[in-house]
Structures are given as structure tokens and as C-alpha cells.
């Protein structure tokens, strides 16, 4: 250990000017980041969660631990909100992780024409602002929307339905716009994966009389096991932070009922929404618990998987 550790100080010593400042700025751009935003933004939020502030300075007082007593004692809105991002991210996962899987094993095919094309297109909704995401489908999910238009032309409903007033359409159409949002990436990630999986081991296997099922099961997902557990752990992040998207959708309605985590935060920052007023000193602290639980989340998620890989 020591000895590499010299030859690597070695090597660097041997370095001139400019490959030596280039190092330093490799370094620095990511240090800066980590600081501006990320550091300062906690001890901002932990300066912040201490007090009522409303954002007008006259009125700041000082309540020491209270925003946290409150959202463990007083907020059920919060937890009815986990309780929701739980939920949403237990339907929306098993269905956008097999979905990105399989159609990334059908372009991986040589014999498919336009693969090129269909990247593309896979990935447009990704590289779209969420924001504008929410807009469209909210538009197309309008009681007078094309959704309901198209419906109604083919017969398939006799009346429009306000897919906003019920929880459970409501729930329906943020999954599907969630999916159609975020599954494009985790395509294009399993297609990376499985361009590495060596070629021969399915000569082998095809000599062996294996099938295609029994290729994926035997020989495609233990090859891309470490890929699959990195990009799940992305998966499982970005649904539990899904928050404006969900806003500028539909509000959380019916009734603040499908509102996540993430928007619930929002709602505590920006004024006209949900609490009316905005609340920094509160949301703050909201903010704080919610990283530390989403801290826990990925622990878990890390040990759980680990645990089974080592098993398997």
C-alpha cells in the first residue's frame, strides 16, 4: 500500500506545470460544486429551520426546535405525503425498470434497423424540462383535452372524464407521465450494460441448447447485476424527489391527496400553492428530515442489495 502510494506521489511530482494545473482544476470544479450547492444550502436550511421566517425580516423570531417538533407531532399532511411517494414509487419502479430493460434488450439486436432513431427518441423526454412535461400532459388530460376527445370519438366513454377529481385517475395519470418522463434514461443505461456482456458466453449457451429465457435469466442479468443495482438505486432517488412535476400536473389534486414529499416541500417555499404564504423557517427544517430520511432509504437500499448480491 505504501509503495503505491509513493509511486503515485512519484508520478505526480514528475508532472509540469500545466498537467499539474489541470489536476488542480480537475479537482476544484467539483469541490466548488460540492460547496456552493450543496454544503452551503444545508447550513443555509439549518440556520433557516430554527426560525419563523416568512421571508420579511421584521418578522423573524427565533423558535428553536419547534418546525421540528411540529412535523413530528402536528404535520399529518407530511406523512399522508410519504405515505403517497411510497406508494407511487412502489407502482411506478416495476413497471419502468422492466419496461427500460426489455425494449434496451430488443434495440441491442443488430439485426433491428434505425437503432440510432429509436435512441433518440427514447431519450427526448428526458432531456425536456419537467415542468414542460406537467404542462403537456396536464393539457392533454383536461376535461376538454385530446385525451377525452379521442375517447369520446371511438366510443369508449360517452362523457369526459375530469381525471383530476378522483384519486385514483389522478394517481393514474402521474404515473404514466412520470414513466414516459424517466424511462428513456434508464434505456439508454441498460443498452451500455449489455453492449458489455461478452458475445461468446451466448455462442456457449446457444451450443449448450440454452434459450432465450434461459440466456437472459443465466447469463444477461448476472452480467449487468452491478449496472442494475446503480441504475434502480438512481430510479429509486428520482421517484422519491419527484416534486414540481407533480405541481405543475395537477397540484396534488384531488385535494392536496396525491401530493409527494417533494412537492409538499415546495408548497412550504412558494407562496400560492398550497400553504398560501410561504414558510422558509418550516420548510427549512421539512427539508432537513426529508434528506436525512432519503439518506436512510439509500443505506438500506445499498446493504439490501449487496446482501443479496453476496448470496447469489
Same mark, same amino acid.
Given at each position: 500500500?505504501?509503495?503505491?502510494?509513493?509511486?503515485?506521489?512519484? /508520478?505526480?511530482?514528475?508532472?509540469?506545470?500545466?498537467? /499539474?494545473?489541470?489536476?488542480?482544476?480537475?479537482?476544484?470544479?467539483?469541490? !466548488?460544486?460540492?460547496?456552493?450547492?450543496?454544503?452551503?444550502?444545508?447550513?443555509?436550511?439549518?440556520?433557516?429551520?430554527?426560525?419563523?421566517?416568512?421571508?420579511?425580516?421584521?418578522?423573524?423570531?427565533?423558535?428553536?426546535? /419547534?418546525?421540528?417538533?411540529?412535523?413530528?407531532?402536528?404535520?399529518?399532511?407530511?406523512?399522508?405525503?410519504?405515505? !403517497?411517494?411510497?406508494?407511487?414509487?412502489? @407502482?411506478?419502479?416495476?413497471?419502468?425498470?422492466?419496461?427500460?430493460?426489455? *425494449?434496451?434488450?430488443? *434495440?441491442?439486436?443488430?439485426?433491428?434497423?434505425?437503432?440510432? +432513431?429509436?435512441?433518440?427518441?427514447?431519450?427526448?423526454?428526458?432531456?425536456?424540462?419537467?415542468?414542460?412535461?406537467?404542462?403537456?400532459?396536464?393539457?392533454?388530460?383536461?376535461?376538454?383535452?385530446?385525451?377525452?376527445?379521442?375517447?369520446?370519438?371511438?366510443?369508449?366513454?360517452?362523457?369526459?372524464?375530469?381525471?383530476?377529481?378522483?384519486?385514483?385517475?389522478?394517481?393514474?395519470?402521474? *404515473?404514466?407521465?412520470?414513466?414516459? @418522463?424517466?424511462?428513456?434514461?434508464?434505456?439508454?443505461?441498460?443498452?451500455?450494460?449489455?453492449?458489455?456482456?461478452?458475445?461468446? *458466453?451466448? /455462442?456457449?449457451?446457444?451450443?449448450?441448447?440454452?434459450?432465450?429465457?434461459?440466456?437472459?435469466?443465466?447469463?444477461?442479468?448476472?452480467?449487468?447485476?452491478?449496472?442494475?443495482?446503480?441504475?434502480?438505486? @438512481?430510479?429509486?432517488?428520482?421517484? @422519491?424527489?419527484?416534486?414540481?412535476? +407533480?405541481? !405543475?400536473?395537477?397540484?396534488?389534486?384531488?385535494?392536496?391527496?396525491?401530493?409527494? !414529499?417533494?412537492?409538499?416541500?415546495?408548497?412550504?417555499?412558494?407562496?400560492?400553492?398550497?400553504?398560501?404564504?410561504?414558510?422558509?423557517?418550516?420548510?427549512?427544517?421539512?427539508?432537513?428530515?426529508?434528506?436525512?430520511?432519503?439518506?436512510?432509504?439509500?443505506?438500506?437500499?445499498?446493504?439490501?442489495?449487496?446482501?443479496?448480491?453476496?448470496?447469489?
Amino acid at each position: 500500500m505504501h509503495g503505491k502510494r509513493k509511486n503515485v506521489t512519484k /508520478e505526480f511530482g514528475n508532472l509540469n506545470f500545466s498537467e /499539474e494545473m489541470a489536476c488542480y482544476l480537475i479537482l476544484i470544479v467539483p469541490i !466548488v460544486g460540492f460547496l456552493v450547492f450543496i454544503l452551503y444550502p444545508y447550513l443555509w436550511a439549518g440556520k433557516w429551520s430554527f426560525f419563523n421566517y416568512t421571508g420579511v425580516a421584521s418578522q423573524t423570531r427565533f423558535v428553536g426546535w /419547534e418546525n421540528f417538533i411540529n412535523i413530528f407531532t402536528k404535520d399529518k399532511s407530511y406523512w399522508h405525503a410519504w405515505l !403517497v411517494t411510497l406508494k407511487f414509487t412502489m @407502482l411506478k419502479l416495476p413497471i419502468e425498470i422492466p419496461l427500460a430493460l426489455l *425494449l434496451a434488450t430488443i *434495440l441491442q439486436k443488430d439485426s433491428l434497423r434505425g437503432k440510432g +432513431i429509436f435512441r433518440s427518441v427514447y431519450y427526448l423526454p428526458s432531456i425536456i424540462s419537467v415542468a414542460i412535461v406537467g404542462a403537456i400532459f396536464s393539457n392533454l388530460f383536461d376535461f376538454r383535452g385530446v385525451i377525452n376527445s379521442c375517447l369520446m370519438r371511438f366510443n369508449i366513454i360517452q362523457r369526459p372524464i375530469d381525471w383530476f377529481a378522483d384519486y385514483s385517475t389522478s394517481m393514474a395519470v402521474l *404515473l404514466t407521465a412520470s414513466i414516459w @418522463l424517466s424511462f428513456g434514461v434508464n434505456v439508454l443505461y441498460f443498452m451500455a450494460a449489455l453492449s458489455n456482456v461478452p458475445v461468446e *458466453l451466448y /455462442e456457449a449457451a446457444s451450443v449448450e441448447g440454452a434459450g432465450r429465457i434461459r440466456k437472459f435469466f443465466s447469463i444477461t442479468l448476472p452480467m449487468i447485476a452491478p449496472v442494475f443495482q446503480t441504475i434502480l438505486l @438512481l430510479a429509486i432517488n428520482g421517484t @422519491l424527489q419527484t416534486g414540481e412535476f +407533480i405541481i !405543475v400536473l395537477s397540484n396534488g389534486a384531488p385535494g392536496g391527496t396525491t401530493f409527494t !414529499v417533494g412537492a409538499y416541500l415546495i408548497n412550504a417555499f412558494v407562496p400560492g400553492f398550497a400553504t398560501g404564504s410561504p414558510n422558509i423557517g418550516y420548510g427549512s427544517a421539512l427539508s432537513l428530515v426529508t434528506s436525512v430520511f432519503y439518506c436512510l432509504i439509500a443505506v438500506a437500499y445499498m446493504k439490501v442489495s449487496t446482501r443479496l448480491a453476496n448470496n447469489s
